[in-house]
């Protein structure tokens, strides 16, 4: 018997490339349910809101069907009424969020910087933030009456509180080996500030600049609610003393369309300043 060489089987070329190719057909299905599956749960409450109003379930006195609330939005958006109140709202909540915001950042550094005015004003700032929005609003009302004022100060009031505790936490977080390079580099006590501390507290901030916002955005329809003649609060509002339930869910539907294209925009930047964030400060 002849020794005959049997040559090993060899897989097939394109072996390889069907392997890659089907590993990025199953990242890629897995990415697509990642990006469905929040939109699942609202689906399946538009389809019961929709099948409970068609066979009687819930009374369109007290739930109007999807239908009746995309015929209001419609006419509101056609007559001018939507954009009118959308951006008296949307003036006030950015006014009120970059005044609380700034004078956030500007209370949460010097805390952050100082031990000493720390110890002195954080327990009664802490006191202070338990009170929330509404409870203010009798004082203010006597204060400054029923104006924009009363809106910008509780708006800048909810904003203020997550932006300040947010950098104090920032600029207590900065890693001390880099604080002690810069310090051995002969930084000032401002250059130790700018390329130290602020560097490694920006996700931090971002995270709290992100709050502020929601707070910012609830503290305007609660305020709108209570004192306002004009914004989406106030059509809510007004839609609930005439009876007209449909004008209340589409101002609604609004709201919280504006909420969390805003959050999701916020939350797009902060996680691009992560990813732009230096590998040193990085956990």
Do not use: C
Not at 98 to 105: A, E, N, V, W
Not at 150 to 166: D, E, G, M, N, R
Not at 212 to 235: N, P, Q, R
């Amino acid at each position: 018997m002849s020794d005959t060489a049997i040559p090993l089987a060899t897989p097939a070329r394109g072996s390889a490339r069907e392997q890659r190719t089907a590993r990025g057909a199953r990242a890629w299905l897995r990415g697509a349910a990642w990006r469905v599956a929040p939109w699942l749960l609202p689906a399946l409450l538009l389809a019961l809101w929709t099948i409970g109003s068609e066979r009687g379930w819930i009374a369109p006195q007290i739930l109007p069907p999807p239908a009746r609330v995309y015929e209001t939005f419609m006419e509101l958006a056609r007559s001018g009424d939507l954009a009118r109140h959308t951006l008296v709202s949307l003036q006030r909540v950015l006014f009120g969020f970059g005044i609380g915001t700034l004078l956030g950042f500007a209370l949460g550094a010097a805390l952050g910087l100082s031990r000493t005015l720390e110890a002195y004003v954080l327990p009664s700032f802490n006191a202070v933030v338990q009170i929330p929005v509404l409870g203010w609003l009798p004082f203010l009302l006597l204060l400054v009456g029923v104006g924009e004022p009363l809106k910008y100060i509780l708006i800048a009031h909810a904003a203020l509180v997550p932006v300040t505790l947010s950098t104090l936490q920032g600029f207590r977080q900065t890693p001390h080996t880099l604080d002690e390079v810069a310090r051995g580099y002969g930084y000032s006590r401002w250059q130790r500030i700018v390329h130290v501390v602020l560097p490694a507290a920006v996700p931090t901030l971002a995270t709290g600049v992100r709050l502020a916002f929601t707070k910012a955005w609830l503290a305007l329809v609660v305020v709108e609610l209570v004192a306002s003649s004009e914004g989406l609060g106030y059509l809510i509002v007004y839609g609930r003393q005439l009876f007209q339930l449909d004008l209340v869910m589409a101002a609604v539907v609004v709201v919280g369309a504006i909420g969390f294209i805003v959050n999701r925009l916020l939350d797009a930047l902060e996680a691009r300043l992560r990813r732009g964030q230096p590998s040193a400060f990085r956990e």
